[in-house]
């Protein structure tokens, strides 16, 4: 073991002692943002749309030690996720929210009530798939009819939870889903450059396709970086799910341009087109993000004996300057791992800390260490 996967390692262990101190304190609630390390001062009872990159965690570190504990932990949460899916809100994200705790749940334990959960939150995701467009209608109440014909960038990582239910129903409707959203993603949301769209607006009743917007970056012209980031991973994925080298393509178009706009020192701007002399804040979050798809579209060119060391390199660059520059994983001062992930609050924007850039830096860890952890994806993890 090389020194650096030596020091890789041991972020990992100071992040689950991290966990380990935080289980306790959190109990069964959900840390989302926080200004000063201490996300206890604010957690959401159901989780807001990052819940589940907590408890996604807490199952990293149920896999990277084999203690049992974590699973009885995530256990507790069962009726917390039951009470979301019964009253709570549920957009877009429930694919994020599900997939990575009743997957893995249902994964690790066999437990029924988990298996019920991805059935169901499939169910409510499916519901917002607009079969004339072909696209996963972005926020919003069904019945509202502002934002109908919108999708969105992020909603590739989504996906996977279509295709879990897929895999653990054999009912085919999911994954077809899933697999029109990310072509018509693939086709409307990358502009020829490799840069993205963050949104995308088609006429929702007849489904014809408008234009690309932004809402994450900076304006309609621009490229958040962090909606960049979702696009490569969330291409990687749907390469993945489908076998289909369109979307292994796609996330090296994105993954190219992130390489060409990449500051030296390996963390981008929020938005790589903001005009010259704006005050330029970072997103580690979105550092971590690009980290996991380029990790893992290397993975991908390598089987299909097509190279990409460039990727693992650029993925490699970024983390070690996650771990040297914003990590607090060291340490008992924070709660959080990272600092410097760019967040608007009320049209103000920050750096603060955020659960899905810890959630991604500690998935990142693991992918350099040559682990799959396979939260994303149900064919590879297997049922
Ligand atoms: N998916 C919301 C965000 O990245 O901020």
Known sequence: MGETEIAWRKELEAI?????RLMPIYGTEFPHLAWNGRYSEQLTV??????????????????????RKYIDYLLDYL????????????????????????VPLYRSTGDKRARDQVVRAADELLKRFNPRGGFIRAWGRLDDPERAGKMIIDCLLNLPLLHSATALTLNPAYAAAAERHVRNAARYQIRADGSTHHTFDFEPDK????GGFNEGGYDDES?????????????????????????MEA???LADYWLDELPEDGIPSWDFRLPTGSASLRDSSAAAIAACGMFELHAALRESGNGGDRYRACAIRMLEALRLGYSTARGDESEAMLNGVFGRVSGVEYELNAIWGDYFYMEALLLACGERPNMWTSTNGGF
């Open 207 to 210: 489904g014809e396709p408008i």
């Open 223 to 247: 490229c958040w970086s962090r909606g960049q980031a979702w696009g490569i991973y969330g291409f990687v994925l749907a390469y993945a799910q489908t076998g289909d080298r369109l979307y």
């Open 16 to 20: 689950v002692h991290r966990i380990d």
């Open 251 to 253: 996330a090296r178009r």
């Open 79 to 102: 009726p917390v996720y039951d009470k979301r899916l019964n009253e709570g809100w549920l957009d877009h994200d429930t694919g994020f929210l599900f997939q990575l705790y009743a």
């Open 46 to 67: 159901e989780g807001s749309w990052t819940g589940s990159f907590w408890t996604g965690m807490v199952y990293l570190a149920a896999r990277i030690t084999g203690e």
